[in-house]
């Protein structure tokens, strides 16, 4: 399924299409993230000083792009 990476309550969410949420992303979920000229990237959700992702291809973590698509 495809929704919008969001903040809800300090934790991040998703919101799908059709209005339900996905109910909270935890430590270690794994979902990929559409990024421009790349595609769909496989990250893991993790928890440092705040909420990061981290590039599975890469092994880079990043802070969340709230707003940006994913995928589950």
């Given at each position: 399924m495809i929704?919008?990476?969001?903040?809800?309550?300090?934790?991040?969410?998703?919101?799908?299409?059709?209005?339900?949420?996905?109910?909270?992303?935890?430590?270690?979920e794994c979902l990929s993230i559409f990024e421009k000229n790349i595609g769909w990237v496989p990250v893991r959700l993790e928890f440092t000083d705040d909420w990061v992702l981290v590039d599975g291809n890469r092994a880079k973590t990043f802070p969340i792009p709230y707003g940006d698509h994913v995928k589950v």
């Open positions: 929704g919008i990476l969001i903040k809800l309550n300090d934790r991040p969410d998703i919101i799908f299409e059709n209005g339900t949420f996905y109910g909270g992303l935890h430590c270690g």
